[in-house]
């Protein structure tokens, strides 16, 4: 493939530059362009992941919307119901309900665990046990889910649980078990995801606190503030990043994540603690309406791109730094 | 060893032109220096010699083959990078025997090569250690190394002390000038820094904005510039480019300034005249001017700015008119800041330029 | 990055606040481990001990919890009664060969992704990123109807295939950063040094190779701890532990002992697991937007 290429005389006319330096530039270009080298080395590498990930998730992407347009069932064959099972979610109250419990329980994780996880990350940052007790605190994260999820159902239970049992001894519960009655149920979930996840906010926050410049936090000592107004006005605002983006995943965790719930509460007592991702677990796998329960997910699944989108975009930000911010070889020179 | 021809050769990054139409000669066992400031093109010709960037237009022939569409595996070639690029995870020797062992040189034979060219390189002390443990100096001295193993036809050094410190940079100038000329492999070395280029080269190769500026003997290149740019940029300190009008007076040329009148004779005064131009360039090097307290006859007249000294040298810059001329001195120079002085000149190191496109018109 | 050490002076209020940090620490500090240490006592207590609580106010009765005689009985009864044995050996089949598929494949393809530049290589990305993100029960619903299509449900390849919906994007998105870090210099020095194209790759898979077996080690963690995919793709042929775990909950007869102790054998592979990857963790927990 030989092409010509037009003269692009604009971009080659003399450039004066400061002490008069004016150097020859060309007022052509070249007569043809040699053929470009295949890159098949590289398509050859990539290939395999790629096709495998299309696979398992471009194809299932189409029968996902597929399904939400079909009334599916195990026994008969699909049936076309156009944006059916579209429509009844806007009835539904037990789709809005999900979506609205959803935020709730996640605003509730997140104030906590930001909450704990920063002031845990201050204390810990240059204290002498920070290595042991990062350590320590790493292991819920280490847990399955659903593992956590049993053992929690174990300590809140009503007659033999440890939990249950300091909750009665504090004065904050009755007889009832945290998980049974309406009103402490999802708080009940709370204290599990904010035991598992606590640490991870610790220990992003400690990693953007080692960050934060010294010579700033320097300067302003200096100009006479103390080590809380330091805290707000220099450590804050360096790791505000880093905060955002366990935010975000932490969010994005809540959607993907709903193990220890199926196994605490399945969604009860009543509808309490059905957040949308429980919900859709039970319409598609317990009542198997697949076609209502893809729609659902098609929902599910707009909400988590556009805020993966969102995640990308602070990752890409720059002036953000929040990767260790190497730069890539340049290749010129 | 062999001679290198690059024909006509363009390099596009896109809508990006980094190299355009570049032509060189380098004869065999010659040492080439590309010189030039970053972005000129350099690194990028240098790329494409060694065949790690597509050539866009254009061809490069080794001796008479034309090597654009061989891998740089292919074409006998031994590079030294600008961040010396060995490999971490192996000591020295290893890093060293890389290449042979590529070429399935039996081991034995890589065992003592390597050794013979640590001795060279005065490494042989480190061998087994890895680059992270070594100093730059070391590094570099190991990247050189790498290429010295085998005896290939052409050397390619992309800035390869560019990253060393002032001392150990001319030491290793020396070190490579010698190495390169004991081995007599063609080599092309690019850098920015035209020292470097003045004290190594056979012949400097000089680029800017991708284009070809001068190509010639460091003594040719330092004496003869042929534009503002080259002469601006090789040379240190930098050479004085006034900006002049052009006069006559009885038919004799003349270069008129706010501070000063210089009346021109012969070849200069032709040269002048030639190209009917209004203005011109008058550039002279610090080292062509002479700065005195007294008056002398035709001498330029201004106040002295600052005072540099430079080690056994001494800089003036002389302010006059609004315009500055640096000149090179001897530190025995008594003229304070501030204090009249007299620049006496030298017409046959003076150089012409065109005001308009910068071309030297001697 | 050592910071200094800032020079800190003495008020009262800041010795006050520092009182207060230092229980504020013990305090999370026995709220993380009491759960894992109540898992442990209970897995090796007997029935009537581990129904045994202090009357509620009681503060001193709570170290009643240590007075016990360990049993190993419950840990002995799962994989003699209830299969565990089988269920391990899926759960090991399971994450190992999708953390291996996710790592070969995803080896090479970030180390293309990371040196090949190409038209829309960002929306590839984003697309890649964006499913490691999806969420499981959304992804599951189809992936449900297609492997059931194709046979793949309650099998350990379905199983396979289903966990690399979330191992492959991660180990994809993970080692580009680790490739982006290793100079492209080195691979042309090689190739300078008579490397073919393909060598000169190979000559760099050293530098990454620990990143490579810290996200192995990642993806077999993801795959191990996962619940959903395995309770709905695995489902019958192919259960693996947390799922037997769960279901280890009858409605008539809770057996807490034999429960905590399958907590238990879930849980501390990856507990070690985790401990020898500590310095990749953060990284990988926040898909290498924050590394310590």
């Known amino acids: ?333 | 060893m062999v001679a290198i021809s690059i024909e006509n050769v363009w390099k596009y990054y896109g809508e990006t032109v980094a190299v355009q139409d570049l032509n060189l000669e380098c004869r065999d066992g010659e040492f080439v220096c590309v010189l030039g400031p970053s972005g000129c093109g350099k690194s990028s010709t240098m790329r494409m010699l060694a065949g790690l960037e597509h050539i866009s237009a254009g061809q490069i022939l080794f001796g008479d083959k034309r090597i654009n569409e061989l891998a740089p595996k292919d074409r006998d070639i031994a590079m030294v990078f600008e961040n010396y690029a060995l490999y971490p995870h192996k000591t020295v020797a290893e890093n060293m025997a890389n290449p042979l062992r590529m070429a399935g040189v039996d081991k034995a034979t890589v065992t003592k090569k390597v050794l013979d060219a640590a001795k060279l390189l005065e490494i042989d002390h480190l061998l087994d250690r890895k680059p992270v443990e070594l100093s730059g100096g070391q590094k570099q001295r190991v990247a050189i190394g790498r290429v010295i193993v085998r005896q290939p036809a052409v050397y390619l050094f992309d800035e390869p002390i560019a990253h060393l410190d002032a001392k150990l940079r001319a030491r290793m100038r020396t070190e490579l000038k010698h190495l390169q000329q004991h081995q007599g492999v063609t080599t092309v070395y690019v850098t920015h820094d035209q020292l470097e280029a003045l004290s190594m080269a056979d012949r400097i190769a000089v680029m800017h904005d991708g284009v070809l500026q001068q190509f010639g003997t460091p003594a040719e290149i330092y004496s003869n510039p042929v534009n503002t740019w080259v002469a601006g940029f090789v040379g240190e300190p930098t050479m004085n480019l006034i900006l002049t009008e052009v006069a006559t007076e009885a038919d004799r040329p003349k270069l008129t300034h706010k501070g000063f009148t210089i009346d021109l004779d012969g070849q200069l005064g032709e040269a002048a005249l030639r190209g009917n131009e209004k203005a011109l360039r008058f550039g002279i090097r610090p080292e062509n001017l002479k700065v005195s307290l007294e008056r002398s006859p035709g001498a330029i007249e201004g106040t002295v700015y600052t005072r540099q000294l430079l080690g056994s040298d001494l800089l003036v810059e002389v302010e006059t008119g609004n315009d500055h001329f640096r000149v090179r001195t001897s530190p025995a120079f008594e003229g304070e800041v501030d204090r009249p002085c007299y620049i006496s000149y030298d017409l046959g190191h003076a150089h012409l330029f065109s005001a308009e496109t910068g071309q030297s018109i001697v | 990055m050592a910071s200094r050490e800032i020079v800190q002076y003495d008020s009262g209020l800041s010795r006050v606040f520092k009182v207060l940090a230092q229980v504020f620490l013990v305090v999370y500090l026995i709220w993380t481990v009491s759960p894992f240490i109540i898992m442990v006592g209970s897995s090796m207590k007997d029935l009537l001990e581990a129904f045994t609580l202090p009357r509620v106010g009681d503060w001193l009765g709570a170290l009643s919890f240590f007075d016990f005689s360990p049993t190993f009985k419950h840990y002995v009864a799962l994989f003699a009664e209830e299969n565990f044995g089988a269920y391990l050996t899926n759960s090991l089949i399971a994450s190992v060969g999708s953390a291996l598929v996710a790592v070969v494949l995803g080896t090479s393809c970030a180390y293309s992704m990371s040196r090949y530049q190409f038209r829309g290589k960002k929306d590839v990305f984003f697309w890649i990123i964006s499913t490691r993100m999806a969420p499981v029960v959304a992804v599951i619903v189809p992936l449900y109807a297609i492997f059931r299509s194709f046979g793949l449900v309650g099998t350990l390849p379905g199983l396979i295939l289903a966990y690399t919906t979330f191992n492959l994007p991660f180990a994809i998105w993970m080692l580009k950063g680790f490739f982006d870090n290793v100079p492209y210099a080195i691979e042309e020095a090689a190739q300078c040094d008579g490397a073919t194209r393909l060598q000169a790759t190979m000559q760099i898979l050293p530098l990454v190779a620990p990143g490579i077996g810290a996200f192995l080690v990642l993806c077999i963690l993801f795959a191990w701890n996962d619940f959903l995919f395995a309770t709905i793709i695995g489902s019958g042929g192919a259960k693996t532990l947390p799922v037997a775990t769960k279901e280890l909950i009858q409605p008539q007869n809770v057996q807490w002992g034999k429960i905590m102790a399958a907590g238990v054998v879930t849980t501390a592979p990856m507990m070690l697991l985790g401990l020898l990857i500590r310095r990749y963790l953060v990284a990988g927990l926040t898909m290498g937007a924050v590394k310590e």
């Open chain 1, 1 to 333: 493939m030989q092409k010509t290429l037009r003269a692009k005389r604009a971009s080659f006319s003399a450039i004066e530059e400061d002490h008069g330096y004016a150097a020859r530039r060309l007022d052509y270009g070249p007569g043809a362009l040699n053929e470009e080298p295949k890159r098949r080395y590289h398509i050859l590498l990539m290939a395999p992941a790629i096709l495998t990930l299309a696979a398992i998730t471009i194809y299932p992407f189409f029968w996902l919307i597929y399904m939400s347009l079909h009334k599916v069932s195990v026994a008969r064959s699909d049936r076309w119901v156009g944006l059916d099972n579209y429509a009844r979610l806007f009835g539904d109250v037990k789709y809005t309900d999900g979506w609205l419990l959803l935020v709730k329980y996640s605003a509730l994780c997140l104030t906590l665990e930001i909450l704990i996880g920063v002031v845990l990350a201050v204390i810990l940052n240059g204290s002498r046990f920070e290595k042991v007790l990062v350590t320590v605190f790493l292991m819920p994260m280490m847990m399955s889910p659903v593992v956590a999820g049993l053992v929690w159902y174990y300590l809140y239970n009503g007659t033999f649980g440890w939990y249950h049992w300091l909750f009665q001894s504090i004065g904050i519960l009755g007889e009832t078990s945290i998980l049974a009655d309406i009103d402490t149920a999802m708080w009940g979930l709370v204290i599990v995801d904010v035991w598992q996840w606590t640490p991870l906010i610790t220990l992003i926050t400690l990693a953007g606190l080692k960050r934060v410049p010294q010579d700033q936090l320097e300067a302003n000592m200096v100009d006479g503030a103390g080590s809380l107004r330091n805290f707000f006005t220099v450590s804050l605002p360096n790791i505000y990043p880093f905060l955002l983006i366990a935010i975000l995943l932490r969010f994005m965790d809540n959607f993907r994540f709903i193990d220890h719930i199926l196994v605490l509460t399945g969604g009860g007592p009543g509808n309490a603690t059905r957040i949308l991702p429980v919900y859709l677990f039970d319409v598609s796998f317990q009542f198997f309406k697949l076609g209502r329960g893809a729609a659902i997910a098609f929902t599910l699944l707009i909400v988590t791109i556009v805020l993966g989108l969102i995640l990308v975009r602070i990752f890409d930000d720059p002036k953000k730094q929040v990767a260790s911010g190497e730069a890539g070889e340049t290749t010129d020179d």
